[in-house]
């Protein structure tokens, strides 16, 4: 199994200061986050693209051709591209330039998303929004199959006989779709061959087996190979359950009652915290043991092929959170790939 981190590079009220960090200390704790990621030999880090105040990652391309200069093995992964309110042919143009700056390294991780500020405020019409996606993404995959394209749609200007550059590095770059909860998402994903992440951030983990189970019937049905499962999830480790529990759930709260109130959510308490780090619950915090054990638990359900975690749902200790991706790579990863045999 492969593993890694993604973040939306949160900047929330931070434990130990007054206030927010700076944005430029932000993104530099964030490089020596990716950096030791990289070092300690986990597979994937991936930047999601927000575009609200509490989040500095509304140019995920930019921070992952930093991250590309400063590491040398880990897959670089946007997590996700907000496809819909975004230009496919400049998705491609920067991933591609990243691809070539990596070596090699890069991936595309393409979602609807579960936020919208980006529709209005690069002039999009949120009634389009599904078609946005749908239509963007074919344009997307048109332009991973071939070097010269003849493309029309309905939200963008054609392309007549154009080549799109710089090409990657890679024959072709790898395109994952996430989705959180939309079964027909699912299918479509598997009925592409495209990966698929599966975003469980909330509820009980078994719940979401039937998204997986669609995703293999669209590959099936449609005449793909098997395309890969991976499950992205919320968590921190730590070195006993307690600390894992004191150091995340403060940051957790922040950012979940800020999107609960939003929604319409309830604020978050400490017993339903606690609930939904138990082994059936969504949020994977804990000791490296009880981490190892939940990964196990959900790979008999899932029998997926990476797993991600988002340790930084709100602002943790830098050298806390250093410590937790430490923890994650050297021994949370080879205790479940040596149970799985796969190391």
Excluded: C
Aim: hydrophobic fraction near 35%; charge should be negative; glycine fraction near 8%.
């Amino acid at each position: 199994m492969e593993f890694g981190i993604y973040t939306f590079v949160e900047n929330t009220p931070h434990p130990e200061i007054n206030g927010t960090l700076s944005p430029a200390q932000r993104l530099e704790n964030l490089m020596e986050e990716i950096e030791l990621a990289d070092e300690a030999g986990l597979d994937v880090f991936g930047i999601g693209e927000h575009h609200r105040e509490e989040y500095l990652s509304s140019a995920p391309s930019t921070i992952l051709s930093a991250a590309a200069a400063r590491t040398e093995q880990i897959r670089l992964s946007s997590a996700v591209t907000v496809l819909g309110s975004e230009d496919p042919v400049r998705v491609y143009q920067q991933f591609s330039t990243i691809d070539l700056l990596s070596k090699g390294r890069v991936e595309i991780m393409v979602g609807r998303g579960s936020f919208v500020e980006s529709f209005p405020l690069f002039g999009y019409d949120l009634n389009d929004y599904d078609e946005l996606f749908e239509e963007k993404l074919d344009l997307l995959l048109e332009l991973r199959e071939s070097k010269r394209i003849t493309w029309s749609g309905k939200h963008r200007p054609d392309i007549d006989n154009r080549s799109v550059y710089p090409q990657p590095y890679q024959d072709q770059i790898p395109i994952w779709q996430a989705v959180g909860g939309t079964p027909k998402s699912a299918y479509q994903a598997g009925a592409l061959g495209l990966p698929l992440a599966l975003g469980i951030i909330g509820g009980q983990p078994e719940r979401f087996k039937s998204l997986a189970d669609l995703h293999k019937k669209g590959a099936r049905e449609n005449r793909k190979e098997t395309p890969a499962l991976s499950i992205n999830s919320h968590g921190f480790v730590a070195e006993d359950s307690q600390e894992a529990a004191d150091i995340a759930f403060p940051a957790f709260k922040v950012t979940m009652d800020k999107i609960g109130k939003e929604r319409g959510w309830s604020p978050m308490t400490r017993d339903q915290f606690e609930a939904s780090r138990t082994l059936r619950g969504a949020n994977v915090v804990g000791s490296p043991q009880e981490i190892i054990d939940k990964i196990l638990f959900q790979h008999e359900i899932f029998g997926h092929d990476r797993f991600l975690l988002q340790m930084s749902v709100g602002s943790i200790p830098h050298k806390k959170l250093l410590r937790s991706i430490e923890l994650f790579a050297t021994e949370v990863a080879p205790a479940v790939n040596k149970e799985l045999g796969d190391n």
